[in-house]
């Protein structure tokens, strides 16, 4: 069943052509991802979509038995409007019954009335005359997800991530048939965006999604299109599929640009050495010869070579943390926290929102003084910080001038230089763009230029606080590239799974309270590793319960262990307890610091044979534990 139809939409702001006459279709169930560059009009055609911009060309058509709910990347909340107002502001029966239960629920916990009793009862009539009760239920689920408690607060007072969370919250409680989404993993942290991952990839909704996160759009997303030179592609696949298929249209479109390039150069021979516009035919060859030169003038797609940078050479000291912490208030960030960097280090930071990330990050660049415990970095530390707080930019000055303030040259691995402007470029900022001036720029091109002015000064360690923000795939994939060839030390806070893990060798995780895991692997590795640790906490509350039970008298009691299975759980003691004293073993090992790449990667590939081996094989000491003590 179709639910949305486009067809020939064409759209141009001033000379730009952002797409000409595209076509495709939303079916029932379909979740789909757009993803074009960065100014491309991803965003443009969403509004269109939802009807909130004009086309100028085609149509939109949907279904007129379905609901759309539209969550734009910068929503139009009025600042005076309480949350509750806001999220509950769709005038959808069941919505508005849910709202007056909520506000009768705030109002009868400072003083309840007769009155007040009985616009409760009503409103608990109405819920259940609509059936909505799965609705209040989901409510609840998303705003306690979302951290959203106080409803009564107003809009004005929150701060931008409160308010993406709102906006979300809002378009996933609307009971709706088609959900549009721009960008809803922005300012959310990892376990928010595995929710809501998990929450959209198991829904019925039928889904139209622009995001640049890629974990999330190949498990949420099952059809992929892509806005590309004004033309839209698609690809009916997850995001192997769509990259699979698009270098095969690639390598098709550089091969058909080199014949045409080819009969181009035979055409220009021609009409430079023949009579010009003598008979009716040669005119309507040279007219074919400028369309022809035209499609030749076309930039064919070919593959960038990575910029390798040399950086500052790293002494024996890079960087020695010790014993520090840090608090706001009543609210420990940091306790007792130590780590001494090694050369080449590549370590990703992660954990919820408010757990003290960008904190750290301050404390390591002096921005912050710690309560406790010292930073001391290297002699030859020359640090490259990208924070979220962006440029300050004095006066508006065009891009070009701008990074010639900070660097007119960079060095490559080669020993040779290429100019700032190649650098740019390389990254997106075209020749001809580089003259535009900084106050023109859109806020993810501001944060681009930020970061790419970070990497041009050379540093030998980066410190990278969510530089993935606002970014298109491919300056994603660009800036993988650069990074993976980098020499130096990296430090990156990210809520960008893919991103991490194709860049880092360990992680801080920051769990709260002050407490930081130390975990060797990437973030996949790390999230399996937590599933695991779960599901045997889980066996072991589960066995704890048990034992304190008391059986009943009348019960029937389970067979004991045999002869053969009470072998077993002896030897499984022994056995756990080798593998846990290998484990700290090797964790000090890990700990104190191994120059050797080689013996790193094979103490670290043992650590996580003896991690599963150990999950395996309590995974069996309990189920016999648990049966031994049903026996008796």
């Known amino acids: 069943m179709n639910y949305l139809s486009i067809e020939k939409l064409t759209k141009s702001y001033g000379e730009k052509l952002l797409f000409d006459q595209i076509t495709f279709g939303i079916e029932k169930g379909q979740k789909t991802a757009l993803i074009a560059k960065n100014g ?60 007056e239960y909520e506000t009768c629920l705030m109002l009868m916990g400072k003083a309840t009335t007769p009155a007040l009793s009985q616009r409760m009862e009503k409103a608990i009539e109405t819920i259940d005359r609509l059936n909505a009760w799965d609705i209040e239920n989901r409510a609840k689920e998303i705003l306690s997800k979302f951290g959203i408690h106080n409803v009564f607060q107003n809009v004005g007072e929150l701060s931008g991530g409160q308010r993406k969370k709102a906006s979300l919250a809002k378009t996933l409680i609307e009971q709706t048939d088609l959900l549009i989404l721009d960008e809803p993993t922005n300012h959310l942290d990892i376990d928010m965006i ?5 929450y959209l990839s198991t829904s019925n909704t039928t889904l139209l999604m622009v995001t640049h996160d890629r974990y999330f759009l190949d498990r949420v997303c099952n059809n992929i299109i892509e806005l590309e030179n004004a033309n839209l592609y698609q690809y009916k696949g997850k995001y192997d599929y769509y990259l699979e298929k698009k270098a095969e249209r690639l ?3 550089a091969a058909e640009h080199e014949k045409i390039k080819q009969l181009y150069e035979k055409e220009l021979q021609w009409v430079h050495t023949s009579p010009q516009a003598r008979t009716t035919k040669a005119k309507a060859r040279i007219n074919a010869f400028e369309n022809l030169k035209e499609e030749a003038s076309k930039k064919s797609a070919q593959k960038q070579e990575a910029f390798k940078v040399q950086t500052e050479r790293l002494g024996n000291k890079i960087l020695e943390i010790n014993n520090i912490d840090f608090a706001y208030g009543d609210n420990v960030l940091l306790d007792d926290f130590s780590y001494i960097f090694k050369k080449g280090e590549k370590c ?27 930073i001391t970095p290297g002699l030859t530390i020359k640090f490259g910080y990208f924070s979220q707080d962006g440029l ?40 001809e763009q580089q003259y535009t001036y900084y106050d023109d720029l859109s806020g993810g091109e501001k944060r ?73 692997g990437n973030y996949t590795e790390y999230r399996i590793a937590k599933e695991k640790d779960l599901r045997v906490q889980k066996k072991i509350e589960k066995a704890s319960r048990l034992v304190e039970e008391k059986p009943r008298n009348n019960s029937p009691k389970s067979p004991k262990l045999t002869y053969k299975e009470r072998k077993e ?37 043992r650590y996580q044979t003896v991690l599963e081996a150990l999950d395996e094989q309590s995974m069996r000491w309990l189920e016999l534990s648990e049966k031994e003590t049903q026996g008796n």
């Not at 009025?78 to 069941?94: N, W």
């Not at 969510?466 to 430090?491: A, M, Q, R, S, V």
Request: glycine share 8%; charged share 25%; aromatic share 8%.
């Open 40 to 99: 491309t009009g991803k965003s443009t055609l969403l509004n269109i979509i939802a009807g909130l911009e004009d086309p100028d060309g085609g149509v939109v058509v949907a279904r007129n038995d379905i609901t759309i709910s539209y969550l734009p990347q910068i929503d139009n909340f009025s600042e005076d409007y309480s949350v509750i107002d806001t999220i509950f502001a769709s005038q959808l029966p069941a919505i508005q019954a849910i709202k």
């Open 194 to 198: 595995e929710w809501l991952e998990e």
């Open 348 to 374: 990703g930071i992660v954990g919820k929102n408010g757990t003290g990330k960008s904190t750290f990050l301050k404390l390591i660049m002096k921005e912050l003084k710690p309560d406790a415990g010292k």
């Open 251 to 253: 390598t098709n479109e």
């Open 569 to 605: 759980l002896d030897e499984l003691e022994l056995s756990i307890a080798e593998l846990e004293n290998e484990k700290t073993e090797i964790e000090a090992k890990l700990s104190a610091g191994l120059d050797d790449a080689a013996q790193l990667t094979e103490i670290t590939q």
């Open 448 to 520: 681009k230029l930020h970061l790419l002015i970070t990497l041009l000064q050379s540093p030998n360690f980066l410190i990278l606080d969510e530089p993935t923000n606002d970014f298109d795939i491919d300056t994603l994939n660009l800036l993988e590239d650069f990074l993976t060839h980098y020499k130096g030390c990296l430090l990156i806070v990210s809520h960008d799974r893919w991103f991490m893990d194709k860049l880092v060798d360990h992680l801080f995780v920051f769990e709260g309270e002050g407490k930081v895991k130390d975990y060797y």
């Open 392 to 431: 300050d930019v004095k006066g508006n000055k065009r891009i070009i001038d701008l990074v010639k303030e900070y660097s007119e040259m960079i060095r490559t691995e080669g020993g040779n230089y290429i100019g700032a402007s190649q650098f740019l470029n390389h990254f997106g900022f075209k020749f």
